[in-house]
Nanobody, 116 residues
Framework: QVQLVESGGGLVQPGGSLRLSCAASGGIFSLYVMGWYRQAPGKQRELVASIPSSGSAAYADSVKDRFTISRDNAKNTVYLQMNNLKPEDTAVYYC??????????WGQGTQVTVSS
């Protein structure tokens, strides 16, 4: 019983930045490992970054040193700061909430397009 709504996507030039937000409602937010996935046309959905309430964040190699995931448990919100965007970052980005490994909830996605 978790609802996730992403926002912040858009069209940016290579080298630009965007910050995605995911607002969660329902459940107890602090219990969930939050993550960002993305899916480009013709490709499978892939994990971009994840962050638990405690512990360190994890990143895909393709976004390390460019993206930063963070969460504000008081606001029930998780963010993805994306810097130095590349055309290959173009995808629909999905927010994910994971509970006890086997329970997953997904947002509807937000489009990120990196193009000159």
């Amino acid at each position: 019983q978790v609802q996730l709504v992403e926002s912040g996507g858009g069209l940016v030039q290579p080298g630009g930045s965007l910050r995605l937000s995911c607002a969660a409602s329902g459940g107890i937010f602090s219990l969930y490992v939050m993550g960002w996935y993305r899916q480009a046309p013709g490709k499978q959905r892939e994990l971009v970054a994840s962050i638990p309430s405690s512990g360190s964040a994890a990143y895909a190699d393709s976004v390390k040193d460019r993206f930063t995931i963070s969460r504000d448990n008081a606001k029930n919100t998780v963010y993805l700061q994306m810097n130095n965007l590349k055309p290959e970052d173009t995808a629909v980005y999905y927010c994910n909430a994971n509970l006890f490994t086997n329970f997953n909830y997904w947002g509807q996605g937000t489009q990120v397009t990196v193009s000159s």
